[in-house]
Structure formats: C-alpha cells, structure tokens
C-alpha cells in the first residue's frame, strides 16, 4: 500500500532570512511541504538545517519571512493560535529528550497531561497505546530511559512524539547512533505511520539508507538558499556543485551506488 501524497501544502516558506549578528544563515527560502509527504532535509555542516527546524518550531524568530503551519503565520500569530498550532505537531529529538526521572509511561503521559482533558485510567490507556505503536513491548511502559537500548529510546521518545495525534512529526537524525537493524526498522515505522495514520514527516537525517528508502523528497540547502527540493534518485544526478561535492566523497559514491542499486532492484 502506497498513500498518495496529497497536493495541499500544510507548510509553506517564503523568503525566509536568518541572520546571527553578521552571518546570513537562510537568505530567502522558499518551499512547501505537501500533507502525507516525508521529506529529508540535508546539506553540509552549517548549512543551517538545525536553524529552519528551530524557526518552524517555533524556537527562534526569524528575522525576515513567513512560514504558514495549517494556514497560520507563525511568524506573526498571537499566542493562542500559536498553541493551537503548535498541538497539532511532534517533535522527536535527536537525543531521545526524555526525562530521565520519568518512566517511559509517564514520558509519554506528560504531553496528554498538558494538553489533553484525559485522567486516569483513560490517561494511561491512551499513552500505553501510544507506546506499542511506536513498536515496543508494553512490558517497556514502566522502564526508565537509562534501562532501554539507543532503539528503544528512539521509539519511547516516537511514542511520546506522536501522544497527541500530531499532523505533522518533525524528526531530528532519527537512526543516529543506531545499528542497521534498528535504523532500518524505525525507517519502517516512518513508513507504517505515514500510510496508516497519513502523518507529514520532515526529518534531518545523514543516513543515506534512510534517504534512499524514506522520504518522497530531498531539500538541500546551501548558499542560504534551497538548491533543490525532489526524489533522491533525482538529487544525485543534479548538477549543482555543492549538491555534487556532498554525493562524490569515496564514502558517499560507494553508499550511492550500493543502496541507489539495491533500491532500485527492489523496485523493480
């Protein structure tokens, strides 16, 4: 089953500026992100990437331009539509972000503690469903991050992402610092979730693997700007240097042609 990416853009940038004192991080950028889409956001080091997840969250405020979330400027929007917005996205962070004197269960309940009308039963009922989404055992429930493996975390800190039906799941490098087989099957669950709960994903990722199997798109940003924004199997063949020096290291053209190939075999 393949859900169809529908052509309604729940994001749209336009002509987005951040600046740190002198240095121009974004110098005008521009793009939309479809409902149901996965797109991977990627670039060299400093191109950024960290600072447009930090501006549509909200985090910092940009110094010029717009970003509409479900039709609301976020950058000019009183608080209370900014809470209403912000209710209808997850954030999964790179480290996990859990809190570390809270169980997995009391993780995932915080969030339907502070935005929800859910109490007791129905609190834990709501949050345990949310954990064995995410993929793991309901036994996980009422460990604490320290007893869980790099994929546990991942998925605790997924099911906690996803506790209050999000629209949208901004994803910070979700399979750092994870084996294969737990990269692959969290590429999975993206996958499962997207077609199944038809969530919008943006992810930072470095994992080539996960570009290849994941997202419907690929931004690369460079020079302030987005340099292009389509299919991996496009992005490589794109002829702008940058995007060309990024794919053409021994370490990325030996990854290209080894997971571009198998892809495509598993394709066809």
Request: neutral net charge; contains cysteine.
């Amino acid at each position: 089953m393949v859900l169809k990416v529908k052509h309604e853009p729940v994001i749209q940038v336009r002509e987005l500026v951040n600046k740190f004192d002198d240095q121009t991080v974004h110098n005008g950028l521009d793009f939309d992100i479809n409902r149901g889409e996965i797109v991977g956001i990627i670039g060299s080091s400093g191109c950024g990437k960290t600072t447009l997840f930090n501006t549509m969250l909200m985090l910092r405020k940009p110094t010029s331009g717009n970003i509409k979330i479900f039709g609301t400027d976020i950058t000019q929007c009183t608080e209370k539509e900014a809470n209403l917005v912000q209710q209808r996205w997850g954030v999964m962070f790179q480290s996990g972000a859990l809190f570390t004197s809270l169980n997995i269960l009391e993780n995932v309940m915080f969030p339907l503690q502070q935005y929800s009308k859910l109490r007791g039963k129905a609190l834990e009922e709501v949050a345990l469903l949310k954990i064995i989404l995410a993929g793991l055992e309901a036994s996980a429930a009422f460990k604490f991050p320290a007893d869980l493996s790099g994929g546990m975390v991942k998925r605790a800190a997924l099911a906690r992402a996803i506790a209050l039906d999000p629209e949208i799941l901004f994803l910070d490098e979700p399979t750092a610092g994870l084996d294969p087989k737990s990269a692959g099957e969290l590429d999975d669950m993206v996958l499962y979730m997207r077609e199944n709960l038809g969530l919008t994903f943006l992810m930072i990722t470095h994992d080539l693997d996960t570009l290849w199997h994941v997202p419907d798109r690929v931004m690369f940003l460079g020079d302030g700007k987005v340099l292009a924004l389509k299919p991996m199997s496009e992005l490589v063949k794109d002829p702008h240097p940058k995007i060309q020096s990024y794919f053409t290291g021994p370490r990325s053209t030996e990854r290209i042609n080894k997971v571009g190939g198998s892809r495509r075999a598993k394709k066809g």
